[in-house]
């Protein structure tokens, strides 16, 4: 009897079970069936929303409904991934994040997220280094002459980013502690106003992405170096400043997630859709104009990034003293 009882008990736990996941399984095999919004953390015009905008071309093609790009800029992307942290877990808020997703939370006090525990990884998006530019009035034209420079006029010398907390702020500190130099960091609120200040010489240098390639071929900006393990092709004469500062290196990316809890079905059905619409001819080809890399990629793959950047940035940053917002 008491064997009976048992069996019985099983069985309704597993019926429980089995009901309570219906409209979670209903719901994934229904999904899309309205519009999708992707929230970008900056403004119109820099690396993460153009990346954005591709991918809801491709999502809008895949599966069949419309896909709204929303920029909300502000607090190095914080206000965005807050926002999609909080929305439903049911597919239809994503996020278009770059590296800084994972640098945010030791670098502000309340980043109002945690990027391993609040997001369910969907796919990587692009790779790509960034290119530290001065306006043409700055007397230097290298890594080394700049270093030189801002240690003779310590803070004196400032730099732009695309905000705070942002790859192109970090890059800034890292380079700024390597060298044991003193320069003031100015953010803006995302790649659109950031690059104007120092082309029309509001600021004297900047770390940009492939945005900054026609001021560069144009004259409106001079290439000081790059950030990755290797000089950019274009510019086979710019050195890397780990040529400069051995063991400086920073990669930009950008990637796709959803809210912590969105289902699984769901999560493989967008991601499979990424790296369907990502390897399309016509993408190769905008991506590689940008200077940007292909980088799609499965949710465990993604997972495994977010929690690597996230250990390795809050190393950085506490070795280089860097203060918390």
């Known amino acids: 009897?008491?064997?009976?009882?048992?069996?019985?008990?099983?069985?309704?736990?597993?019926?429980?079970?089995?009901?309570?996941?219906?409209?979670?399984?209903?719901?994934?095999?229904?999904?899309?069936?309205?519009?999708?919004?992707?929230?970008?953390?900056f403004s119109a015009g820099g690396s993460a929303d153009l990346v954005a905008r591709v991918v809801g071309s491709k999502l809008n093609a895949g599966l069949g409904q419309s896909v709204i790009i929303e920029n909300r800029p502000g607090v190095g992307g914080n206000i965005a991934a807050e926002l999609v942290a909080k929305a439903p877990a049911d597919g239809y808020t994503l996020l278009v994040a770059p590296a800084s997703f994972t640098v945010n939370p030791s670098?502000?006090?309340?980043?109002?997220y945690d990027p391993v525990k609040n997001f369910e990884p969907v796919s990587g998006l692009t790779s790509y280094m960034l290119f530290f530019v001065a306006h043409p009035s700055l007397p230097a034209r290298s890594v080394k002459t700049l270093i030189a420079l801002a240690k003779s006029r310590p803070g004196e010398i400032n730099y732009s980013s695309a905000g705070t907390g942002t790859t192109t702020h970090i890059a800034g500190e890292l380079l700024s502690h390597m060298a044991g130099v003193q320069m003031t960091h100015i953010a803006y609120k995302g790649t659109g106003p950031q690059l104007p200040a120092v082309i029309g010489g509001e600021v004297a240098l900047a770390f940009g992405s492939t945005t900054v390639v026609p001021f560069i071929q144009s004259g409106k900006l001079v290439l000081l170096g790059v950030t990755g393990a290797k000089r950019f092709p274009a510019f086979p004469d710019a050195q890397t400043i780990g040529e400069t500062l051995p063991g400086f290196e920073?990669?930009?990316?950008n990637a796709l997630f959803a809210p912590a809890g969105t289902p699984a079905a769901i999560v493989k059905r967008v991601s499979d859709e990424?790296?369907?619409?990502?390897?399309?001819?016509?993408?190769?080809?905008?991506?590689?104009?940008?200077?940007?890399?292909?980088?799609?990629?499965?949710?465990?793959?993604?997972?495994?990034?977010?929690?690597s950047e996230t250990a390795k940035w809050a190393k950085v940053i506490k070795a280089a003293g860097i203060p918390q917002q």
Do not use: C, H
């Open 1 to 41: 009897m008491k064997r009976r009882g048992l069996r019985s008990s099983s069985r309704a736990i597993s019926t429980l079970i089995a009901v309570l996941l219906l409209p979670v399984a209903a719901q994934a095999q229904d999904y899309p069936n309205r519009p999708i919004r992707i929230v970008v953390g």
């Open 107 to 112: 670098l502000f006090r309340k980043a109002g």
């Open 250 to 253: 920073v990669t930009g990316w």
């Open 274 to 307: 990424v790296g369907k619409g990502l390897n399309q001819a016509d993408v190769k080809q905008s991506f590689d104009a940008q200077g940007l890399d292909q980088a799609a990629s499965t949710p465990e793959a993604l997972a495994a990034l977010v929690r």
